[in-house]
């Protein structure tokens, strides 16, 4: 079936440094999805991306789609504190059911 | 105030025990969902809903029950059967089944430890 991989599982980052996380499938992606989750809370959407080569800037956060639309990244420019958490790309199946992957873990050092 | 409600956000139960999770919704949407959450590992779905009196598998039904008897409520059985329900249980919804085109909104989740 459908598996969504992300790397790197923990991103350790320095207050203000710059960074990036990275999403692929093992097959073609109608859109992907990215959600945000604080220590001790719940995933929160933050974005969809549908079109393949698609990028989209929410502040210092900038999503890609790849132009095969079986990659994607995050990448975060000049981190802070609020940006803890771990971020989840998720993609449908060929059923329509979304396949979270593992997250990547953001601790940020001030 | 609209949103999706857990309750309750901790619970502990004996092994051999059946439990009932509540998730209500009060933002209309037709399709409900429920994932397990383990540490390192992403969301994995349980069970959903694409429209009140219907519900389907996901890919870790077993063990779980489910009901969808009205459109605000889902609720997730975790039964006797289930191996290892010691886990972190978020119940979701979004306007409709389409799940290419809509973001899913999470409850605050119910924390579960079976001892």
């Known amino acids: 079936g459908q598996q969504v991989m992300q790397i790197p599982q923990y991103q350790h980052v320095q207050e203000g440094e710059d960074f990036t996380t990275y999403c692929n499938s093992s097959t073609t992606l109608s859109n992907i999805q990215w959600y945000k989750q604080r220590p001790g809370g719940h995933p929160v959407f933050l974005i969809q991306l549908v079109k393949s080569g698609e990028v989209k800037k929410q502040k210092r956060l900038t999503f890609q789609f790849g132009e095969a639309k079986k990659n994607s990244s995050l990448h975060i420019t000049a981190t802070q504190t609020t940006d803890v958490g771990t971020y989840f790309c998720a993609g449908p199946d060929s059923w329509g059911k979304l396949q979270f992957g593992a997250g990547t873990q953001v601790v940020v050092t001030p | 105030d609209g949103g999706i409600t857990q309750s309750p956000k901790y619970l502990f139960r004996k092994e051999g025990q059946n439990v009932t999770l509540s998730c209500e919704q009060n933002l209309n949407h037709d399709a409900m969902y429920w994932y397990r959450q383990d540490p390192g590992q992403g969301l994995r779905l349980i069970y959903y809903s694409q429209i009140v009196n219907d519900f389907q598998k996901g890919d870790i039904a077993e063990g779980y029950s489910v009901s969808r008897e009205k459109k605000e409520s889902f609720p997730l059985t975790v039964t006797s059967a289930q191996k290892n329900p010691t886990a972190f249980y978020l119940c979701?919804?979004?306007?409709?089944?389409?799940?290419?085109?809509?973001?899913?909104?999470f409850g605050p989740g119910t924390r579960l430890t079976v001892t």
């Open positions: 979701a919804s979004s306007i409709s089944w389409d799940q290419s085109s809509y973001e899913q909104y």
